[in-house]
């Protein structure tokens, strides 16, 4: 029975108040999200690191317990992963790791878990439906990295990005569909789902990284697969910080402009598959306040992919090709993105 190793990639999640300002140092000591050099790197991210940590301890983070689930979280999809891997291909050994990019468990701790268990097979799976080099493409420099660091040898396939993937999807509309139709049968008018996810600098964008073009691929699949007729829907981008311009529009502009139609407002992730602090605070309360200041009729949340086992079933199957195979692609084989994005992982 060969041995399958599968390393599911995610941010990191601040385990404790104490550790807000050593995972933002991390954060934005990555050259793919502050691309200086390492000295100026080193400035800016202290500086960031200081000012931020002080402000989400006493708020963001207060709201929460002190602490991200977001690493409770990705090991109970790492779990039902597993579980549904071995239902589907008994004839295979799989172990699913998780792998944090910013805080604990990091890079080296699970290539070296890794190397320990002896795999004969690793499949790289981002827990980010979009590629970014922002996020996939650091966690693959990192783990790569790390993993030479280890003395991984065992042959390696890659898990790009799954923007269209077929369960991601339905799991999506499914929970789009109910959160809609029981705003639907209170609200005056039909509700507008906004398909909010984590912005960029709109210079990354410009320099070929394809994260914005694969979720407005996710967002247009998901809208038709809900089946709603006449679905009003629109792309926004939250979490902006810093002076650079940023794509958009932003999440607190589309819901001004909903505010300014008089429809209600149901906001959808779609970017993340995991509940951690950009949903359960900055949607669920930041956003639902800021909405009932504008005066939006009603306002609802619709939870992120989480175990559902339509995206985990989608994502054991990607797995599973993957592991039959070599290099890097998509859910849907080879290169997903148009040729102009010349920062797509397979370019």
């Known amino acids: 029975m060969s041995r399958v190793a599968v390393v599911l990639f995610n941010l990191g999640g601040r385990d404790s108040p104490e550790a807000i300002?050593?995972?933002?140092?991390?954060?934005?000591?990555?050259?793919?999200?502050i691309a200086?050099?390492?000295?100026?790197?080193?400035?800016?991210?202290?500086?960031?690191?200081?000012?931020?940590?002080?402000?989400?301890?006493?708020?963001?983070?207060?709201?929460?317990?002190?602490?991200?689930?977001?690493?409770?979280?990705?090991?109970?999809?790492?779990?039902a992963l597993e579980e549904k891997l071995r239902q589907d291909a008994p004839g295979t050994e799989w172990r699913v790791f998780v792998s944090m990019r910013y805080w604990h468990p990091l890079s080296d701790t699970v290539a070296r878990e890794v190397r320990q268990w002896g795999p004969e097979k690793i499949v790289l799976t981002p827990l980010y439906p979009q590629f970014s080099t922002t996020t996939t493409g650091s966690?693959?420099?990192?783990?790569?990295?790390?993993?030479?660091k280890a003395g991984l040898t065992a042959p390696v396939a890659t898990l790009c990005c799954y923007p269209r993937e077929a369960g991601f999807v339905a799991a999506s509309a499914e929970a789009i569909r109910g959160v809609y139709m029981e705003m639907a049968?209170?609200?005056?008018?039909?509700?507008r789902v906004l398909f909010s996810a984590h912005g960029l600098p709109e210079k990354i964008i410009a320099g070929g990284d394809p994260y914005q073009w694969q979720c407005e691929e996710s967002a247009t699949a998901i809208a038709a697969a809900t089946g709603i007729a006449n679905l009003d829907w629109q792309i926004c981008y939250q979490s902006r910080v810093g002076?650079?311009?940023?794509?958009?529009p932003s999440t607190e502009e589309a819901l001004q402009k909903a505010a300014h139609d008089g429809v209600p407002v149901i906001v959808y992730p779609h970017a993340f598959v995991s509940e951690h602090v950009e949903t359960l605070v900055e949607i669920e309360i930041e956003y639902r306040h800021l909405a009932q200041q504008m005066g939006v009729p009603a306002f609802a949340r619709v939870k992120t992919a989480g175990v559902s086992p339509a995206f985990i079933g989608g994502l054991a199957a990607a797995v599973i090709v993957r592991a039959g195979s070599a290099g890097i692609s998509s859910s849907e084989g080879g290169r997903?993105?148009?040729?102009?994005?010349?920062?797509?992982c397979q370019a």
């Open 336 to 344: 997903l993105c148009p040729p102009s994005f010349r920062r797509c």
């Open 36 to 79: 200086a050099p390492r000295p100026v790197r080193d400035v800016i991210s202290s500086l960031i690191a200081n000012r931020r940590s002080c402000r989400e301890a006493k708020e963001s983070y207060a709201l929460l317990g002190g602490k991200s689930p977001l690493l409770d979280n990705t090991r109970a999809q790492a779990s």
């Open 185 to 191: 049968a209170k609200a005056p008018r039909p509700p």
């Open 21 to 33: 300002r050593p995972f933002l140092k991390n954060f934005f000591m990555d050259k793919n999200i």
């Open 243 to 248: 002076p650079l311009k940023w794509i958009g």
């Open 139 to 148: 966690s693959l420099q990192d783990w790569a990295r790390a993993s030479s």
